[in-house]
């Protein structure tokens, strides 16, 4: 194998440039040429390809974001516009592929191996840390430090006006941010999509606190926690409890941006490197995660098919904490 490519796709995550880094490095250490995609396999089909050298990656594994772009593409939904994606790639002298992203970009990966025969390797780069095979995806750690952070923040303010604060934090799908950053911000209450959010038990909780004089409370909920989110929440808490004075705050893409931290720096560095090591070994269809502190490799289809399940001990030590 003489060149491979690497591109970002999905949602941008912090970190994903220190992997971008590591791919074109340790191909660089091993004599391979590498052919960077602007704005993912829309770049792909747009022919936006350059050449990467280690000078091109310098002064990134610090920034967030990604230096590559990323982009969704219906184009890549058709065979005619993956056939003239995997064109540009041979027309490049592409022998190989580094996918940096979610399920989503990882099924974009394994259709072009399907169709062509292409060796492509993925790095799991998204904040949420819902793929299985891997104990941390790269942007997950910093995203719940942006978190906790914007929360402390929020919870001085409650302090001050004796307020309810209802924030709501990215995942649609895994409630994985939700329930970290809860337990590290001392919330009061973690409502995530993995579970059936009791109301009344809400409710309850709420009533005990005030009957405490607890003088504030931060609820974090996941923005696919069946409740339909902070808002709504929001508005059934005041209608029952008129005297609380809550209010709600949406944290957004936020959580997405950032220096990443010091963990998801050396994360996306080992597996971009072991990215690089699988395609050199022959490898192909399969995610670069990280288990016990080792690097693995793990298939496309039990990465995307198998989803992570929630920490159930995470979810009763809420409880007991919040007490």
Same mark, same amino acid.
């Not at 971008?20 to 829309?42: D, E, L, P, S, W």
């Not at 009957?211 to 923005?223: D, H, L, P, Q, Y």
């Not at 929440?233 to 005297?243: D, I, S």
């Given at each position: 194998?003489?060149?491979?490519?690497?591109?970002?796709?999905?949602?941008?995550?912090?970190?994903?440039?220190?992997?971008?880094?590591?791919?074109?490095? @340790? #191909?660089? /250490?091993?004599?391979?040429?590498?052919?960077?995609?602007?704005?993912?396999?829309?770049?792909?089909?747009?022919?936006?390809?350059?050449?990467?050298?280690?000078?091109?990656?310098?002064?990134?594994?610090?920034?967030?974001? @990604?230096?590559?772009?990323?982009?969704?593409?219906?184009?890549?939904?058709?065979?005619? =516009?993956?056939?003239?994606?995997?064109?540009?790639?041979?027309?490049?002298?592409?022998? =190989?592929?580094?996918?940096?992203? =979610?399920?989503?970009?990882?099924?974009?990966?394994? @259709?072009? /191996?399907?169709?062509?025969?292409?060796?492509?390797?993925?790095?799991?780069?998204?904040?949420?840390?819902?793929?299985? =095979?891997?104990?941390?995806?790269?942007?997950?750690?910093?995203?719940?430090?942006?978190?906790?952070?914007?929360?402390?923040?929020?919870?001085d303010t409650a302090n001050s006006h004796n307020r309810l604060f209802f924030v709501e934090v990215?995942?649609?799908?895994?409630?994985?941010?939700?329930?970290?950053?809860?337990?590290?911000?001392?919330?009061? #209450?973690?409502?995530?999509?993995?579970?059936? @959010?009791?109301?009344?038990?809400?409710?309850?909780?709420?009533?005990?606190? %005030?009957?405490?004089?607890?003088?504030?409370?931060?609820?974090?909920?996941?923005?696919?926690?069946?409740?339909?989110?902070?808002?709504?929440?929001?508005?059934?808490?005041?209608?029952?409890?008129?005297?609380?004075?809550?209010?709600?705050?949406?944290?957004?893409?936020?959580?997405?941006?950032?220096?990443?931290?010091?963990?998801?720096? &050396?994360?996306?560095?080992?597996?971009?490197a072991g990215a690089v090591k699988a395609l050199?070994?022959?490898?192909?269809?399969?995610?670069?995660?990280?288990? /016990?502190?080792?690097? $693995?490799? $793990?298939?496309?289809?039990? #990465?995307?098919?198998?989803?992570?399940?929630?920490?159930?001990?995470?979810?009763?030590? &809420?409880? %007991?904490?919040?007490?």
């Amino acid at each position: 194998m003489k060149k491979i490519a690497v591109l970002t796709s999905g949602g941008d995550a912090p970190g994903m440039n220190a992997c971008v880094r590591a791919v074109v490095r @340790t #191909a660089n /250490h091993f004599n391979i040429g590498v052919i960077g995609v602007r704005r993912g396999y829309q770049g792909m089909i747009e022919n936006d390809l350059f050449p990467m050298t280690p000078s091109d990656v310098s002064n990134i594994i610090q920034r967030g974001g @990604t230096v590559l772009k990323t982009a969704r593409s219906k184009d890549f939904m058709s065979v005619e =516009g993956r056939e003239k994606a995997m064109q540009n790639l041979r027309n490049a002298g592409v022998e =190989g592929l580094v996918v940096i992203g =979610g399920d989503g970009s990882f099924k974009g990966a394994l @259709t072009l /191996h399907k169709e062509f025969g292409l060796p492509v390797v993925g790095t799991p780069g998204t904040i949420d840390n819902d793929l299985f =095979g891997t104990e941390a995806t790269i942007g997950y750690d910093t995203a719940i430090n942006t978190v906790v952070q914007a929360v402390d923040k929020i919870r001085d303010t409650a302090n001050s006006h004796n307020r309810l604060f209802f924030v709501e934090v990215m995942g649609r799908d895994a409630g994985f941010i939700a329930l970290r950053s809860g337990i590290a911000c001392g919330a009061e #209450a973690v409502l995530v999509p993995e579970t059936e @959010t009791y109301t009344e038990a809400l409710m309850d909780k709420l009533q005990r606190g %005030w009957n405490r004089e607890k003088s504030s409370a931060i609820i974090i909920v996941a923005e696919g926690d069946d409740s339909g989110g902070a808002e709504v929440l929001a508005k059934m808490v005041k209608e029952r409890f008129p005297h609380f004075d809550t209010r709600v705050s949406i944290l957004g893409h936020m959580q997405r941006g950032g220096s990443p931290s010091a963990y998801d720096r &050396v994360l996306a560095s080992e597996l971009g490197a072991g990215a690089v090591k699988a395609l050199l070994e022959g490898k192909t269809n399969v995610m670069i995660g990280r288990m /016990h502190g080792q690097v $693995v490799e $793990v298939p496309f289809e039990k #990465a995307v098919k198998h989803h992570r399940d929630i920490n159930k001990n995470l979810l009763e030590l &809420v409880y %007991w904490l919040s007490e």
